[in-house]
């Protein structure tokens, strides 16, 4: 997850949408990758049971992988990437100028908001030892 907020970043700056691949760095590469992994640690147990259920849904996650990475492949092949290139940089200009221009209060609200749901949810998750699975 952190080389793909990486690497979007890298698109961005390719682009010439400086300001929103410094966003990209900050607000996800750091802040919401941090806040992922240690809501990760914190809420592990250790009497998990020894055959887990995701493990058993192999087949289907295999069947489910090569249906999107066809789907992936035709849409990649049927694209025009020479007129691609320009419409997005207009885009990602347009979108970081509005972003960072007339909503930076709202961007703040909505990170504040992220922060209280993980807090919450590592709240939640977290059971107090000898206390009900």
């Known amino acids: 997850m952190m080389v793909c907020f990486g690497s979007l970043a890298g698109m961005y700056l390719l682009l010439g949408a400086g300001i929103i ?7 996800y590469l750091g802040a ?4 992922i992994l240690f809501a990760i640690m914190l809420t592990q147990t250790k009497d998990a049971p020894s055959r887990l259920v995701f493990q058993t849904q192999a087949v289907p996650a295999a069947i489910a992988a090569v249906i ?11 694209t025009d990437w020479a007129e691609l290139t320009e419409r997005v940089r ?12 007339q ?5 703040e609200i909505v990170s504040v908001l992220l922060l209280a749901a993980v807090i919450g949810g590592v709240f939640l998750a977290k059971r107090e030892p000898g206390g009900p699975s």
């Not at 999107?68 to 049927?78: C, E, N, Q, R, W």
């Not at 207009?90 to 221009?101: E, I, Q």
């Open 21 to 27: 691949a410094a966003a990209q760095v900050l607000i």
């Open 68 to 78: 999107v990475a066809v789907l992936i492949a035709l849409a990649v092949s049927a």
């Open 103 to 107: 909503f930076v209060f709202p961007f």
């Open 90 to 101: 207009l885009a990602t200009n347009t979108m970081s100028l509005v972003l960072f221009d």
């Open 32 to 35: 919401i990758s941090v806040l």
